[in-house]
Each structure stands twice: as C-alpha cells, then as structure tokens.
C-alpha cells in the first residue's frame, strides 16, 4: 500500500489530471498499438482494440489508492473483461513509450487550439488595419514622439510578427508529431512490431529513430514554452501600447471590456487588456517552470520532464489561451478617436523629419545640414513657448532657408508625410493597400494549412474510437503520412 503523504502529494493529482486531460490521447494511443499487433499478427490484439473503444464510452473508473495510475485501471478493466485481450496489449509495451505519446499527442491537440486562436488574432488585426489605413497617430520610439504613421500600419506590424509566430509553431509542430510508440522501455523490443503503423495511425508525421530519444527527450516541450514566450512577450508589448492610448482617450474599449469605478462615475477601465497582459505574464512564467524541470536532470525516462510537467504545461496553454482571446475581442471594435490622434501629430513636432526632407530637395544641401537647420527652428519655437504648426515663412528665412507657404504647409501635414513613404513597408495608403493583400493571402495559407493538419488529426482520432472491419488493414483507412523529413503537408 502506498504512502498516505505519497498518494495525496502525487498518485492521486496525477490520476486526476490525467483523468481529466489525457484519458482521450491514452485510449488512441493503446487502440493504434493493438491496431499495429493484429497487423502483425500477434493473436487477440484485435480483441483488446474492440474492447478499448467500448471502455472509452464507458465512465472510466474513480480513483483507487490501491492502483497506481490510469494505465493500470485500464490494465484491470480490460482484463476483467478479456484476459487474453489485455495480455495481447502488454506486447511490446510500456508505460514509459506510452506516457511520452500520450503527452505529445496532448501537446499536439494544445498547439492546434493555440495556432487557431493566433491565426483568429491575426484575421482580426488585418480587418481592423483595412479600416485604419488613413487613421493617422503619433508613433513613439523611446517614450517619446518620434514620427506619423498611421494605425493600419502598426496593427499589420503586429500581424508581421504573428505571422512568425505561426512559422514557429507549425515548426515546433514537426517535432512535436513524432511518434515514440515502440520504443518501449528505451532499448525498443525482440517482437517484429511496425512502429511506422502506429505512427500513421495516430496521425504522427513518423515514429522518432532512435528508441532512446523516444522515451528521453524533452527538447519538444521546451520548444513548446520558448515559442508561447515569444508570442506572450510580443502581445504584451502591444498591451502597454493600447493601454496608453486608452489612458489618453485615443482608444476606447467596447461596453462589456470595461469597468466603471464605484466612487469616481466618468471612468471606463479597459480591463480585458489588463487581464490579458497578466495572463500572458503568467504564461511566461510558467514556461520558466518547464524548461527548469528539464534542466539539470538525467537523459532518460524520468518523472521531472514526464508526469511532473504535464499540470504546468496545461496551465501554460491556458493561460495564453484566454490572454489570446481577452486580446482578439477588445480589438474587434474598439472606438477610435482619430481626430484627437490627428489634432497631436499636427500639433506636435513629429512632421518635422519631413520639412528637412523637403530642405534637402529643395536647396540639394544635403540632409546633415538640414537637420540641423531644422534642430535649431524646434529650439528657437521651444524658447518662444510655440508649437511647430505655427511656424513661418518668417522664421524659416532667419535659419537661412527659402520656402513657399505651400511648401511649408505640405510639409508640416502629416497626412502628406504618410503619403510621401511609399516604398516597401512604409505606411502610405499606396503602399499599405499591396502589403495587406499579401498578408490576407498569407494567412489564408496559413489556415488551409492548420485545417489540413486538423482534418488529419481528427479522423485519426475518428478512426480509432469508432469500429472498422477486421478483414481491413488499419493503415489502409488513413491518408498516408508526410515525407520521412517531417516535413508538415
């Protein structure tokens, strides 16, 4: 009998957590392996599949302190019902080749859910930019103004950076959709079993080489909390941008994102983003947990990257789950006050890069001197306690520098500032009209894509929870699997 501190500390959690999240992935898992048996002819392996689907539909067992874990219930339950069944099943089988597929499948289902809710994000960052391609706003570098844009050409900066993030998750993907099954303990099995079988039938893109590696490796969950700290850092970078254009009224949440205050009854608080940046904080600092778990342990099968990780993994996506969705709704249809964000572009001194733009075309002078001159005119305004829009011919003419009114005019506007950079990237309408046609196109792709890998993974799963005809070959009723690279269709 274990431990009273041992069975409420571990067994007990664990069975649990894995009652409540991993069950669906342990019966694919065995059901792919009896599979894989009948093919190879091992006798009653395909008694234990149909016994396994019909246990799947039942109400799995509470807990039981005199059993160890899930896989041990299922040991029971299968052999109460057919000895010789579950005796086939223990062929060429451990827990420890079966625990590493069930987390990686688990992993899979995890990243799919992420890479949907992302590519949401992503359709929504771009409807939003096609609204705002002539909304202009101050962009700030190093807390301070530096320079008009507009807000298209932020937002699909944002969606740049989610596009890689969707590159990198595809990629972690590919390794994550390796199949250790067979491999057993770690030194593989003496029975002629087809690893590359069970692979396909669990929708793996193929069984990883070396037994050893199967049952040892962690780098797949690493991978797993580098990339969702990426994608956090970056989203909560953004945060801190919304949140200070609400502070200003530039940016209003939509009712429902907000909260009022008790006391004070004119305030707004845009609260669905404060949340989503904590969320997404916490998600960071749980990946911490996970690469430290694999940190400094043995090579092998071992609890710390196994059992023990899986709770903060599931927190993890969790967390970044709802900080992605806290985030997608309040960028939906939220209020832009876009003549508050024009009245600060024209009043302030971000246009100026532009007239020693224009004094350079004008005069050839070369733009050192032109901004210097234009340094020396901000210096002369400040004195005067002056905004750059009140500047004159006058004043250009004590700098040295001839302008016609229009010039001028055309310079300090920052709608023409905008429209004047129109090479690749910049924020013109002309330019940004082709970039979010290509970004549309790119997430289109991006889509058929995940819905290719998700119709896969789902009649994977289809094919192992439902019946099929002894007479068929199990491989035979599945789409073959990707290239030996890894390579994701």
């Known amino acids: 009998m274990w431990h009273d501190t041992y069975l409420r500390a571990v067994l007990q959690p664990d069975y649990t957590y894995a009652s409540e999240h991993l069950l669906p992935h342990l019966f694919d898992a065995l059901t792919a392996h009896a599979l894989m048996l009948q093919e190879c002819g091992v006798a009653h392996a395909g008694a234990a599949a149909g016994h396994l689907r019909e246990l799947r539909r039942a109400p799995f067992p509470p807990y039981d302190p005199r059993v160890e874990d899930v896989f041990f219930t299922l040991d029971q339950e299968l052999a109460a019902r057919d000895p010789q069944a579950a005796g086939a099943l223990r062929t060429a089988l451990s827990r420890n080749d079966l625990d590493m597929t069930i987390y990686r499948l688990s992993a899979r289902l995890r990243l799919m859910r992420a890479l949907a809710r992302v590519l949401t994000l992503r359709r929504v960052l771009l409807d939003f930019a096609g609204r705002e391609t002539e909304t202009v706003i101050v962009a700030y570098t190093h807390h301070q103004p530096a320079q008009p844009t507009t807000l298209a050409h932020y937002l699909t900066a944002v969606e740049n950076n989610l596009a890689r993030d969707t590159e990198r998750m595809f990629g972690s993907l590919t390794r994550v959709n390796l199949s250790p099954m067979g491999a057993v303990a770690l030194g593989g099995t003496s029975f002629p079993i087809r690893r590359e079988v069970t692979a396909q039938l669990l929708g793996f893109d193929r069984p990883i080489e070396n037994t050893y590696d199967a049952v040892s490796a962690s780098d797949w969950q690493v991978e797993l909390s580098s990339v969702i700290t990426v994608t956090s850092t970056t989203l909560s970078r953004v945060i801190h941008d919304l949140l200070f254009w609400a502070s200003r009224g530039l940016l209003s949440l939509a009712d429902g994102l907000v909260q009022g205050s008790s006391v004070m009854p004119q305030k707004r608080n845009p609260v669905a983003l ?25 090579f092998g099968d071992i609890n710390d990257p196994g059992p023990d990780l899986q709770p903060p993994l599931n927190s993890m996506w969790q967390e970044f789950r709802e900080g992605v969705e806290l985030m997608t709704v309040s960028l939906q249809n939220p209020i832009i006050n876009r003549a508050e964000w024009l009245r600060e572009a024209r009043l302030g001194e971000s246009p100026v890069t532009e007239l020693a733009d224009a004094i350079t075309r004008k005069t050839g002078c070369g ?97 192992l929870a439902g019946p099929h005809p002894a007479t068929e070959s199990p491989a035979d009723s599945l789409p073959a699997a990707p290239h030996p690279t890894g390579g994701a269709p």
């Open 367 to 463: 733009f050192r001197q032109a901004h210097a001159q234009v340094k020396g005119l901000l210096a002369t305004l400040r004195e005067q306690e002056r905004t750059v829009d009140t500047l004159t011919r006058a004043d250009l003419r004590g700098a040295g520098i001839e302008m016609t009114a229009d010039e001028l005019a055309s310079a300090l506007n920052p709608s023409e500032f905008i429209a004047r950079r129109t090479t690749l990237g910049g924020p013109a309408p002309a330019a940004m009209r082709p970039h979010l046609e290509l970004a549309q196109a790119r997430l289109a792709r991006d889509l058929d894509h995940h819905t290719a890998l998700t119709d896969r993974f789902v009649g994977a799963r289809t094919f």
């Open 274 to 298: 404060e949340h989503a940046r904590t969320k997404f904080s916490k998600a960071i600092g749980i990946t911490q947990s996970v690469i430290l778990s694999s940190h400094n342990v043995p």
